[in-house]
């Protein structure tokens, strides 16, 4: 069997047009835009490529973007007030703060600090709650794109044996609780999981969120599977010269795409999709801050 290819890329550029076509309507119907902002503390490279690509993102969405650069060395006192600022600021709907904060900062003190209403990336407890009760929240953005790309691959998952390879609070749990919903058979998988092989080849769709590149080889997929593939690794590629790298994922593509009935590639699976769903958190939350009917699909 050679797999289908679920093409994160161009599904997210439907997500991010949709995104864009509310965006358009809000603003003629009721004259809001809806804005998110984005705290990046430090300059961590990585952290900073991200929020380069989210503001350009949201503005191409006809969003407003607000990025706000913090010093590495700004205290928690400091950073706490940008938060209530942008809490109370009627322009903003959504509020970002890029992880990984400096060791300094408390992280989940400063998550909490966000109104639930606008946390976007769904980490607040509030959120973690509500989703855990089956309410509605605001949802993690890399477990709701690997939810609309399930839902859209085969239309219904109801019933379906479900692993989740990696209990992180923001890609693990959430996602199982997301499977869940959809009335998934759920098994979260860790690294003290007895026999993650067989645990993993009973799966009907497979989510792998792990941070360890191609760990998950061909032979531990039943035939026919559906697998997502989270990670994002880095290796060195000295065969495409000096100091070159490629991303791979948790998942061994080449021997699961043999394997399984469809799988998401890294790069151009959930990666592109993370981004696409922030937007859409931000149009949700646009709209329930100021009563207005949610946009279809683009939540769970
Ligand atoms: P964490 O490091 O927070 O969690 C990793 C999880 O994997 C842990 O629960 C850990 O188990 C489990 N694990 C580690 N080793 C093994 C093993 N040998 N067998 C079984 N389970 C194991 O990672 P994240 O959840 O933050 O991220 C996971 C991956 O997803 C990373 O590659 C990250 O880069 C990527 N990612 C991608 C995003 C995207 O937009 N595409 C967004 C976020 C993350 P235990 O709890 O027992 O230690």
Redo the contacts with the bound molecule.
Sequence with gaps: MTATIIDGKAFAARVRGQVAEHVTRLRAEHGITPGLAVVLVGEDPASEVYVRSKGKMTVEAGMKSVELRLDADTSEADLLAVIDQLNTDPEIHGILVQLPLPGHLNEDLVINSISPAKDVDGFHISNVGLLGTGQKSMVPC?PLGCLMMLRDHHGSISGMDAVV????N???KPMAQLLLGDSCTVTI?????KD?ADVVRRADIVVA????PE?VPGDWIKPGATVID????RLDAPERGAGKTRLVG?VHYESCAAVAGAITPVPGG??PM?IACLLANTVTACCRANGLVEPEGLTA
């Design positions: 890399t390879v990696g209990r992180s923001i890609v693990g998988a860790h690294s003290r999981t993650l969120a792990v941070g360890r760990m989270v990670g994002i690794n948790d959930v990666g993370t």
